[in-house]
């Protein structure tokens, strides 16, 4: 449907794309935000770095990975290790707050609108925030779920509780044995309900929350809607950017803006109905504001 000709529109201000965008939120109908890794990025949750030293230091110079991620990734030797590690790694960027209110400011902004967020993180910060939950879509899990690692059945288990017992009682990067998460249903290992295979549970809150937001669009679709797209990548674009390309160039009334540091485009196609800001986001929901 696009061609694989993109503009920045770089003969614009940055401040000048900034003030559309900002009379764009107020005369929206309605309001679509994609979010993607950037959006956290920007409010602090980074995975390498100073972050990733005062929390993992110690498994830094014991398994030698030097981010967030490769530790995930890490084949440690007994469950033990492995939940050590994880346990910290959901707390951090689970039930921690972000350091920078990013998601408060924009929460701020469109809290009096008609709005919807569909999002690829998996934080949890939106409803920290004070985002409705029913107006929520985390489409790639949530690291405060467990589900069965088979999977027996597709129920997910808040994990809360014996994450912060795993914190609490793990020495030298090990748990106790007991606090290793199984199936209460068939007693196999549980995991983390994030989407990174074929085995992901799409559990009947996150059933719900597709239904909702199939009706939010299929109800507004001739409104006059703003696509707001923040910091979100190529790794999974059939998800967020090109249904909103698509949705835009489907309605005449509908505006595309993209948020993004470095990544900020649009296919020529819908470059009219565009609004794209290649900076931070927190620094431009600030400038909003």
């Known amino acids: 449907m696009f061609s694989k000709i993109w503009t920045t529109k770089s003969a614009k201000s940055c401040s000048e794309q900034i003030s559309r965008l900002k009379e764009s939120i107020q005369s929206a109908d309605a309001i679509v935000i994609g979010?993607?890794?950037g959006l956290s990025t920007s409010a602090g949750f980074v995975y390498v770095g100073e972050r990733f030293h005062e929390y993992f230091s110690d498994f830094e110079e014991k398994y030698g990975f030097h981010d967030m991620y490769s530790g995930g990734f890490y084949s440690y030797k007994t469950p033990e290790e492995h939940?050590?590690?994880w346990s910290r790694y959901i707390y951090v960027n689970r039930?921690?707050?972000a350091p920078k209110p990013v998601y408060q400011e924009l929460f701020e902004l469109v809290k009096d609108k008609d709005y919807f967020v569909i999002t690829?993180?998996?934080d949890h910060c939106f409803q920290?925030?004070?985002f409705d939950k029913k107006h929520l879509f985390y489409t790639q899990g949530d690291y405060g779920l467990?589900?069965?690692?088979?999977?027996?059945?597709i129920d997910t288990y808040d994990n809360e509780e014996i994450i912060r017992r795993m914190m609490d009682e793990q020495r030298d990067m090990k748990i106790p044995a007991e606090l290793i998460p199984k199936c209460p249903k068939c007693g196999k290992p549980l995991t983390m309900n994030l989407r990174s295979d074929d085995k992901f549970v799409e559990d009947e809150g996150w059933i719900s929350a597709a239904e909702r937001y199939e009706n939010f669009l299929r109800t507004r679709k001739k409104q006059k809607i703003l696509f707001l797209e923040l910091g979100v990548?190529?790794?999974t674009p059939v998800i967020i950017k090109y249904p909103f390309w698509q949705m835009t160039a489907q309605n005449s009334e509908a505006l595309y803006a993209c948020v993004n540091y470095g990544e900020a485009v649009c296919p020529k196609e819908i470059e009219a109905q565009s609004i794209c800001i290649d900076s931070d986001i927190g620094t431009v929901l600030s400038d909003l504001r």
Not at 146 to 153: G, H, L, M, N, T
């Open 35 to 37: 979010a993607g890794a």
């Open 83 to 85: 939940w050590a590690y």
């Open 95 to 97: 039930y921690m707050d």
């Open 120 to 122: 690829t993180n998996v």
């Open 128 to 130: 920290k925030a004070g």
């Open 146 to 153: 467990f589900q069965c690692s088979i999977p027996c059945d």
């Open 233 to 235: 990548g190529y790794n």
